[in-house]
């Protein structure tokens, strides 16, 4: 057995596969089973645990599968819980509408109620600077979005004007990979700032 350190992850490795990890840091409670598919090339029960300051995950071989079906991951059986919404597994993904889960909102969650296009589009200059120093030179086009949240139980609004970014090529790190880079993105905009400002403080402040 080995322990590795990597950032706030703290990994166990046996001799061919990971056998346990954990991370340290804010996440949401957690408890929940994963049995293997047939395209797990180690076969292993994963067990996950989440106690709000640390995420533990144990497994154990388990020789016996399931068909894939496409998803990379078999049934699973449980619960997260995050910020205000409660979701709950209880058998194999397939990426369909009728696959077995639940998400249930909290009493306490925002709701989407608005959103208004502000403005026509704007077309600007965009540089990227990527950690090789070399820089990207792109077109973006941006408009200003609003959009408004309420709680229902209680006289709250949630109000937020967003530009909504769409480039002409891929901008970031990952750009001509596999994973492709960034096409489009939001960004919030401060008070009294002009969509123009807040694109510069993006290409100051963002990074993909």
Request: include cysteine; glycine fraction near 10%.
């Amino acid at each position: 057995m080995r322990l590795l350190r990597e950032g706030r992850m703290l990994r166990l490795m046996g001799k061919h596969y990971e056998v346990a990890y954990a991370i340290i840091g804010i996440c949401g409670l957690e408890a929940e089973i994963e049995f293997p598919s047939d395209w797990h090339e180690d076969r292993q029960v994963w067990i996950r645990i989440g106690l709000g300051i640390c995420r533990i995950a144990v497994s154990f071989p388990w020789k016996w599968t399931v068909p894939d079906e496409g998803q990379c991951s078999g049934p699973c059986y449980g619960f997260q819980f995050h910020s205000d919404l409660l979701f709950i597994r209880y058998g194999k993904d397939r990426g369909g509408r009728d696959d077995p889960s639940i998400a249930i909102h909290m009493p306490w969650h925002w709701r989407h109620r608005e959103h208004k296009i502000l403005t026509e589009p704007e077309i600007h200059p965009y540089h990227y600077t990527l950690k090789s120093g070399i820089i990207q030179e792109r077109t973006a086009t941006i408009n200003v979005e609003s959009r408004l949240w309420t709680r229902w139980w209680i006289p709250m609004r949630l109000f937020k004007k967003t530009i909504d970014v769409n480039f002409n090529d891929q901008v970031g790190e990952r750009t001509g990979s596999w994973k492709g880079g960034t096409l489009g993105c939001g960004y919030d905009m401060l008070p009294d700032e002009t969509p123009l400002q807040t694109l510069r403080r993006m290409e100051r402040e963002r990074k993909f």
